[in-house]
């Protein structure tokens, strides 16, 4: 079982930047990939991207992309969302998870479903 802790949540103003961090413990050498999702109140849970541990490929939700940067430091066993450019519908709770049974790689990683691990969520929010 893998744990997860998402921190560096707060909040911001639109246009400023962030990053979130999601620091792994337990057995983090079968984690396949690590996700991020965010949930904004009222609304479903969302793809935000995600990264595999091997070789670091990257995938985004287009919503995000060209502003989300995710990346991972192996050592550290952590992975980060830098949030750029940050507008006012990105305020959410934002979730790593992770992948150790490579469920994502069947189903797709945009899939909820695809990963086991889940941490508590930070808050994010931007204002106007």
């Known amino acids: 079982q893998v744990q997860l802790v998402e921190s560096g949540g707060g909040l911001v103003q639109a246009g400023d930047s962030l990053r979130l961090s999601c620091a792994a413990s337990?057995?983090?050498?079968?984690?396949?990939?690590t996700g991020w999702f965010r949930q904004a109140p009222g609304k479903e849970r969302e793809f935000v991207g995600r990264?595999?541990?091997?070789?670091?490929?990257?995938y985004y939700a287009d919503s995000v992309k060209g502003r989300f940067t995710i990346s991972r430091d192996i050592a550290k066993n952590t992975v980060y969302l830098q949030m750029d450019s940050l507008k006012p519908e990105d305020t959410a709770v934002y979730y790593c998870?992770?992948?150790?049974?490579?469920?994502?790689?069947?189903?797709?990683?945009?899939?909820?479903?695809?990963?086991?691990?889940w941490g508590q969520g930070t808050q994010v929010t931007v204002s106007s």
């Open positions: 998870a992770a992948d150790t049974k490579k469920r994502t790689s069947l189903i797709g990683s945009a899939s909820g479903n695809g990963y086991d691990s």
């Open positions: 337990g057995r983090t050498l079968s984690t396949y990939a």
């Open positions: 990264i595999r541990w091997s070789g670091g490929s990257t």
